[in-house]
């Protein structure tokens, strides 16, 4: 893929997440990995992801940016405009795809549900898996998350995500940031975007199947059997632009 389509792809999900009502203002931030490999396309500071365009994102090497977190915006390659500034969580969206060579596209958001989701004490017990495509979409937590207790933006999250990325047991599909939001990531554009969704539907389900009483969820074997699915694994397939 051209760094051409990568952008089309990248403007085409963020003006999505904002469309949602996932980030407003200045908020969130998304990026790409680059078609060379190593780097990637992150949004500059304070630009609306509602009004994003090609020119603003920018490019930012990778092992520059992990090499040292608190100077990560440093290693930036290429800006379309000498003032602008990638994003604060530069560092961040660098440890990820330096840990996850199938990580092609991240998406950060505050999507209302999840982000009340996340402003609980016991975080872990907000999101659990419900439903079949939970666990399709997003995994298991145990396996597939990372949980993040509260740091400040930049350097703090990134440094907190590193440490755990190391620790990960399986491919790495969402990072929940306690009092903060969410971020969720794809090989695929619209595999990043549909987890974002997914995230935010199950956090919707979770919390109104709390004030109704008695709320359910899969067992350890419902979830295993859904692993197996050669049906859902086609599906995953089709998200990740394979086929």
């Not at 403007?11 to 407003?24: D, H, I, Q």
């Not at 969720?184 to 979770?206: F, N, Q």
Request: hydrophobic share 40%.
């Amino acid at each position: 893929m051209s760094d051409q389509r990568v952008l089309k792809d990248l403007v085409a999900m963020s003006r999505r997440a904002a469309r949602l009502g996932y980030a407003c203002a200045g908020e969130g931030n998304t990026s790409a990995r680059s078609s060379s490999g190593d780097s990637f396309w992150i949004k500059r500071s304070g630009c609306s992801l509602e009004d994003v365009t090609s020119r603003d994102f920018i490019k930012v090497d990778i092992e520059g940016a992990t090499r040292n977190l608190e100077k990560a915006g440093a290693a930036v390659v290429y800006a379309a405009n000498r003032k602008y500034r990638a994003s604060i969580e530069v560092g961040m969206h660098a440890s990820i795809y330096a840990h996850q060579p199938g990580a092609n596209f991240i998406l950060h958001t505050h999507p209302p549900q999840a982000l009340a989701a996340c402003c609980v004490e016991n975080v872990k017990d907000l999101f659990v898996p419900q439903f079949p495509d939970f666990v399709v979409y997003l995994g298991v937590p145990e396996k597939n998350w990372v949980f993040l207790d509260y740091a400040p933006p930049g350097a703090g999250i990134a440094h907190s995500l590193t440490a755990a990325l190391g620790g990960l047991r399986a491919d790495l599909r969402v990072v929940v940031l306690a009092k903060h939001g969410v971020i969720t990531v794809g090989y695929s554009a619209k595999e990043a975007i549909g987890r974002t969704e997914l995230l935010e539907k199950a956090s919707y389900v979770r919390l109104m199947s709390l004030m109704a009483g008695r709320p359910t969820c899969l067992t350890e074997k419902e979830i295993a059997d859904l692993e197996r699915m050669e049906s859902e694994k086609y599906r995953q397939a089709v998200l990740k632009g394979e086929l």
